[in-house]
């Protein structure tokens, strides 16, 4: 994307947004709080961004997908040469995140409530979405071979969903909300924690999300959407056991924006309409567009 950009031209916080795909508030919070990027400042104080700025950005989003945490990518990129960055990265990085999901699965495990605090206030600072979103939901496999897993499971997720709902609070009560809304609403096997982190990555993607539980069906979630001027209506199905559920939904309100979150086996599957578009765990917080 970045190869037709006029490399002497300065760009606005909501094109650089575009182009990398990264909210103007995550911009904003990495300046301030690690220092990441010094943009250039107008008389007014707005922000402009280079070529350069664009370009480190993306290789910042590479390396976060590996894992690296955000409060390490200065160093990180500072340190090595482009050609050592992806390989000298990856190992020591693999092995801190192998340590911290230990350290996370033991707190859990035992109920340690401040424990589990001071290890959540860590990820949840230095990780973005989607390495967040896989060393949770590695979290919760581990939690889950353990015996007598389900008291802890519960606190596990529990423990996360406060945290994620913490931060939708302060995205909420903000003065003004994003216009475009979607809905999310997840299968009952989905752990709430998984449909409040797709919300917290819509809100990123600069969408109002209104998150609804199981009290209503999807089919009267998408009933409602349309006349209250919802663009969109996300189902998080993680382990995709509600299939015939979202199928029969989604292709009897074919007109209405649908997704469907899900695991693996959604690659082998067919949209039920050409409104409705399938992402499998991989790809769960490639960039939505609507």
Known sequence: MSDAIDQNALYPIREVARL????????????????LIEPVRTESGHRLYTQEHIDFLHETLRLMEEGIPISRIQAVISEASPRQTHTSAVTPSSDKSHALLEKIVQAAGQLQVQALERLLDRVFADYSLNPLRILLAEVDAHLQQQDNSAVSLVFW????????????????????????????????????????????????????????????????????????????????????????????????????????????QLAEMQPASVNCELRAWSQWFAPLSL
């Open 20 to 35: 990398t795909g990264v909210n103007p508030i995550t911009l904003r919070a990495w300046e301030r709080r690690y220092n």
């Open 157 to 264: 997720r529990s423990s996360v969903l406060r945290r994620i709902q913490v931060r939708l609070h302060s995205l909420y009560t903000q003065p003004l909300l994003p216009s475009k809304r979607v809905v999310i609403y997840k299968a009952l096997s989905t752990p709430a924690y998984l449909a409040a982190l797709v919300t917290l990555f819509c809100f990123e993607q600069g969408y109002q999300a209104l998150a609804i539980e199981e009290g209503a069906s999807l089919e009267q979630v998408l009933t409602a959407a349309k006349p209250l001027s919802i663009q969109a209506v996300i189902f998080v199905d993680k382990d995709a056991s509600a299939t015939d559920l979202w199928r029969a939904s989604f292709a009897k309100y074919a007109s209405m924006r649908t997704w469907l979150f899900g695991s693996e």
